[in-house]
């Protein structure tokens, strides 16, 4: 009897350390997972700022008018040549879409207004909801709107 219970002991000490290493590499991986996700996060933000911080853009694209040879010159061409990303969507601030540059288009003002991503995914996006690093300030976030100066 007493070499049942402490077989039983045994086997459950032995479940239980093969069930908290299992949570430990399960733990490790998702920490993994969020760091690689969110060093692209901020790569890709970085790459946007390159080409969005500057007065120009704030002039030619508005919810009125859009300078389709500008703005697909530095941003559609740019960003999907330079940076090799896959798709360019420039959004108003409804979230429909001014301008879409990706594999089957060419720098496009859009016709019509579901040519965007799904609202709620564009809803998440724009207030930053899981889009922010772990850590840390938002890397393109400013306190302080910025406004176009003409010359």
């Known amino acids: 009897m007493a070499?049942?219970?402490?077989?039983?002991?045994?086997?459950?000490?032995?479940?239980?350390?093969?069930?908290?290493?299992?949570?430990?590499?399960?733990?490790?991986?998702?920490r993994l997972l969020?760091?690689?996700f969110n060093e692209s996060i901020l790569r890709v933000l970085n790459e946007q700022k390159s080409v969005a911080w500057w007065d120009d853009p704030?002039?030619?694209i508005t919810d009125d008018a859009i300078d389709l040879e500008f703005t697909d010159a530095n941003f559609g061409v740019f960003l999907t040549e330079t940076y090799g990303q896959d798709e360019v969507y420039i959004l108003?601030?409804?979230n429909q879409p001014l301008y879409i540059r990706g594999p089957n288009t060419n720098g496009t003002r859009p016709r019509h207004s579901n040519a965007a991503v799904s609202r709620s995914?564009?809803?998440?996006?724009?207030?930053?909801?899981?889009?922010?690093?772990?850590?840390?300030?938002?890397?393109?976030?400013?306190?302080?709107?910025?406004t176009a100066t003409t010359s």
């Not at 086997?11 to 949570?23: E, P, T």
């Not at 909801?129 to 709107?145: F, L, N, Q, W, Y």
Request: aromatic share 6%; net charge positive.
């Open 121 to 146: 995914s564009l809803s998440s996006k724009r207030s930053g909801v899981g889009m922010r690093p772990a850590s840390g300030p938002d890397p393109i976030c400013s306190t302080k709107p910025r």
């Open 58 to 60: 704030v002039i030619k």
């Open 92 to 94: 108003n601030g409804e």
């Open 3 to 30: 070499v049942a219970f402490f077989g039983m002991l045994l086997l459950a000490i032995i479940a239980y350390a093969g069930w908290s290493a299992n949570q430990t590499a399960v733990d490790r991986e998702r």
């Open 34 to 36: 969020d760091n690689a």
